[in-house]
């Protein structure tokens, strides 16, 4: 693996894993149009340790608090919304952890081929925009209750579809249930953490095993991936936070549709 691919890749991922536009698409198409054959598969978990660092530092304070209101929720038996946020994190990761157990591997086997990937992407902009549009604005993020959190978690298993996009399924179904734009992206932001750090703590001994057989390249490859992915990571949450105050959507559900035109069109030349 070349320095400029793990740029590009980090500058991807730290893009798209954040915006609702899937990021194990953008991972699994641009190799495979430019073919990048030497790419490891331990190259996508660094990745992601990159966007899930920037998720952490962005949010510590929110971490932080979410931690001292479960004490005080569990020990102390206060009830906060901190506290009660943490329970409905943990309840929520849980069918995600589930649906990767069980059909993560199936679903890499038979169904990431280009062609789902650019249906996913164009049929999913789709439901996102029109839901978007439809869906009014009632519950900001301090009001989620157990049940909307629970659902938006719940939809992270079709999210291991290719093209699906996590941030894109568990938004559109915050949107559906009447959750501010704002505040469905910020939840899908701090539920991707336990997902994708589960993810990287699975894969961990694949990273170690790349890294103590890699060369001096490959190691440096691999840690300026995670560097900018981290840092563009940072840069798209608040962007994408202060957008939404005012903006929709529209925008990257219409992106979906132009990149799976793309991806058709590479189909048909190769």
């Known amino acids: 693996m070349q320095i400029y691919q793990a740029i590009i890749l980090g500058i991807i991922q730290g893009l798209t894993e954040l915006l609702p536009v899937s990021s194990s698409a953008h991972l699994f198409i641009i190799p495979w149009m430019f073919n990048w054959s030497n790419i490891p598969d331990s190259f ?11 998720i952490g530092i962005f949010f510590f304070k929110d971490w932080i608090a979410l931690l001292q209101g479960g004490y005080k929720l569990v020990v102390k038996k206060e009830k906060n919304f901190e506290g009660n946020m943490l329970i409905y994190l943990i309840l929520a990761t849980m069918p995600g952890v589930i649906g990767a157990l069980l059909f993560k591997d199936i679903i890499d086997t038979y169904l990431k081929t280009p062609l789902i990937v650019a249906i996913c992407l164009m049929i999913m902009g789709v439901i996102l925009y029109i839901v978007d549009k439809k869906c009014k604005s009632t519950t900001t993020y301090e009001n989620l209750t ?19 996009s996590r941030s894109r399924i568990t938004m559109t179904v915050g949107r559906t249930l009447g959750v501010t734009r704002e505040a469905t992206a910020k ?77 058709i069109a590479a189909i048909i030349i190769k």
Do not use: N, W
């Open 187 to 263: 939840y899908s932001f701090m539920l991707s953490a336990p997902i994708v750090l589960g993810a990287t703590i699975f894969d961990l001994k694949d990273f170690i095993g790349f890294l103590t057989t890699a060369d001096t390249t490959g190691i440096i490859a691999f840690i300026l991936g995670i560097v900018v992915s981290f840092v563009v990571g940072i840069l798209v949450i608040k962007f994408l936070l202060e957008y939404l105050k005012k903006g929709s959507f529209k925008i990257f559900s219409i992106y979906r549709i132009i990149f799976g035109l793309i991806i």
């Open 44 to 54: 996508d978990v660094a990745l992601h340790f990159g966007t899930l660092l920037a």
């Open 146 to 164: 157990l049940k909307q959190t629970f659902l938006i978690g719940a939809s992270q298993v079709l999210a291991f579809i290719p093209g699906v």
